[in-house]
């Protein structure tokens, strides 16, 4: 399939502001601005936005620990999420939440997660949502290969395909929940095979391809969105920055790491296709690589000339009503 | 959404019923009243609930407003949190307290803290409808009171009522509040009966009610042990000690000035409740007026409530281990002595 000048940039353009913000996020907790920790998305960008591509600004979506990448394909502000992680009052939650907790109300970003498999019930709750409601909004949940093996998920997907839920189950399979590696963690070599068990579809596509990617996931939203239930998509990824910023990696090798990293970045596989397929010139993407730094520039300085979170008001975020 | 205003003109303004039938009846009307509100949970459907609150209402609302869901706890709350995060306004059903432990991921780290973690963004307007206590056999795994647990989350509010129209009145505002409320029922409750409001029945959460008057002692107390408490202050009275009966009705958030105001009164306190003592929310409230009323008392604040252990099987044994309306008499006279 010939996929449109149009989308391939659009795609490409996302992928790279994720990788961007990571590298940015990254630098700035080197430099000992960031508290607490960080988990970078860079290798699974594909995912998030091959994804949230089909989604509109009232559907839902639940992230993860690893979020920064869910929140900009779900169209995040920059300034906002930068402001978050340097605990600033302009933060998407004024410094009470950071990396693992950014979430997005206005354009349905349900929240990343600090706890593995934490998101799946609430999406499958969003989606029960848009059905008791009866709209065709749908619910997309992304969680890693560790949560495939929380009880949550479990339930949740028995009760999705139970009540025909609008709910597409994401699982970034990037190949170590924490550090174990994916073959100790299931005792079979294809988990979207799970899928059938609940009574839904299971496709794998290789994350780190965005045509596969959208082109699967176009298809399972479109189908949720038609009334026709949940299902399940494996995307097979690797983050190419360890579980989180300072992860020694003492559970991988270096020739791994290299390899992944040489062989197995999704940028540059995008750029590939995009210029061999003569969607667009290598210069064309260069200028918007250089665009996207220019924002990313405004965004990080922005951020740290807002005021810091202030204490005051801390109490007041507890209860809605009191 | 449609949010018709329900009077009730016709009818009675008050009406005997059992607690289990004034909580259905709160469902009912707020179910009426808003067309988000919707009930998810085990057996609630043709079965009505295994203590018989929701029965009638899969016939009036039918099953997408009374949902009955597979033996999955986790799932289940976890969805009731993801419906109330986007706009619906669920009461799930935990058939008892014990399997929240279950599910207590979602009440704990996402329901209670959603909406600070998100610096505000996000409402979670949800209830947890369960039931705990002792007193019917059911042994260690179905007969707790866990209240202690969720008072301890920030981000909770629970809620333990006594009769049934504050159980209403009381429900009611929970459904209403855009805060996860943990609504904590007893089991030995459901058939005790009351005069209710029939129309709309409204009690704010964080008021407490005294229940009795009382001059010499102030007696704190919630759900089930309130009834033996009034019971032991009626056996006091025969003794001229005149109780004051406080029935907290909220344990978060407390109203912790008409129980001050009661201490200032008798300058006695004694706390009741079934759960076991150790870390209950006794020692909670006997901390706070002996932080805010040493002054005023005359004795030390005291705690009577369940022994630590697991509840056990037997009837004789059962009744052992919380506390009895003779144990709260004997209690009341020693911190009089």
């Excluded at chain 1, 936005?49 to 639940?62: M, Q």
């Amino acid at each position: 399939m010939t996929m449109e000048r149009k989308t391939a940039l659009e795609l490409y353009r996302t992928m790279r502001k994720i990788r961007g913000f990571e590298e940015r996020a990254t630098a700035l907790f080197g430099e000992n601005k960031i508290w607490g920790t960080i988990h970078s998305y860079a290798g699974e960008e594909a995912i998030a936005v091959g994804v949230c591509a089909h989604l509109r600004d009232d559907d839902w979506i639940t992230s993860t620990h690893r979020g920064h990448g869910h929140c900009i394909a779900k169209r995040a502000d920059l300034t906002g999420m930068f402001a978050e992680l340097l605990g600033k009052e302009t933060g998407y939650c004024r410094g009470r939440g950071g990396s693992m907790h950014i979430a997005d109300t206005s354009k349905g970003n349900l929240g990343a997660n600090g706890i593995v498999g934490g998101g799946i019930p609430i999406a499958t709750g969003a989606a029960l949502t848009a059905k008791q409601t009866g709209t065709d909004r749908v619910a997309v949940s992304f969680f890693g290969d560790g949560a495939a093996n929380q009880g949550g998920f479990h339930e949740s997907a028995n009760l999705a395909a139970l009540w025909k839920l609008p709910v597409v189950y994401v699982c970034e399979q990037n190949q170590y929940a924490e550090s174990l590696p994916v073959e100790k963690e299931f005792p079979i070599p294809d988990i979207s095979k799970r899928a059938d068990g609940y009574g839904m579809p299971g496709v794998r596509v290789d994350g780190r391809d965005v045509r596969a990617v959208y082109e699967a996931a176009g298809e399972l939203i479109a189908r949720a969105r038609r009334g026709e239930g949940p299902s399940f998509l494996l995307a097979d990824a690797y983050r190419l920055e360890g579980h989180y910023y300072g992860d020694p990696r003492k559970y991988q090798s270096k020739d791994e790491i290299e390899g992944w990293k040489t062989r197995f970045d999704p940028l540059i596989d995008t750029r590939e296709w995009i210029t061999g397929g003569k969607l667009a010139t290598a210069a064309e993407l260069d200028a918007i690589d250089k665009e996207l730094a220019a924002e990313m520039d405004r965004a990080v300085a922005a951020a740290e000339a807002a005021p810091l979170a202030s204490p005051i008001r801390l109490p007041e975020d507890v209860y809605a009503s009191r | 959404m449609q949010v018709a205003d329900r009077r009730t003109a016709a009818e009675p303004a008050t009406r005997e019923m059992f607690y289990n039938e004034a909580l259905g009846d709160a469902i009912r009307l707020e179910m009426e009243r808003d067309e988000r509100v919707f009930v998810l949970g085990e057996d609630i459907a043709e079965h009505g609930g295994a203590f018989q609150v929701t029965a009638g209402l899969l016939d009036k609302f039918g099953p997408d407003r009374i949902r009955q869901t597979p033996i999955s706890e986790l799932g289940i709350v976890g969805a009731a949190v993801g419906a109330a995060l986007t706009g619906l306004r669920p009461i799930v059903e935990l058939m008892y307290i014990d399997f929240s432990g279950l599910a207590m991921d979602q009440v704990v780290n996402q329901a209670a803290q959603n909406r600070f973690m998100f610096g505000g963004q996000a409402r979670v307007p949800m209830v947890l409808r369960t039931q705990g206590g002792s007193g019917r056999g059911n042994a260690a795994q179905h007969s707790k009171s866990l209240e202690a647990w969720f008072t301890h989350v920030a981000g909770l509010k629970v809620v333990m009522p006594s009769t049934p129209a504050d159980a209403k009145g009381l429900l009611t505002a929970s459904i209403r509040d855009d805060d996860p409320v943990i609504f904590i029922e007893h089991k030995l409750l459901y058939r005790t009966k009351g005069q209710v409001p029939t129309g709309e029945h409204l009690i704010p959460l964080g008021r407490a009610d005294v229940k009795r008057e009382g001059k010499d002692i102030t007696i704190v107390s919630w759900s089930r042990e309130v009834l033996l408490a009034l019971d032991a202050a009626q056996r006091l009275a025969a003794d001229g000690i005149e109780a004051e009966v406080v029935d907290v009705r909220s344990l978060v958030p407390l109203d912790i000035e008409t129980i001050l105001t009661s201490v200032r009164k008798t300058h006695r306190l004694l706390v009741v409740h079934e759960a076991i003592r150790r870390g209950g929310y006794g020692g909670e409230i006997a901390a706070l007026v002996a932080e805010q009323a040493f002054d005023d008392l005359d004795a030390p604040p005291r705690r009577l409530a369940g022994v630590d252990t697991p509840i056990p099987y037997a009837a004789h044994l059962e009744k052992t281990v919380v506390p009895q309306v003779d144990d709260i008499v004997r209690v009341a006279k020693e911190v009089c002595s």
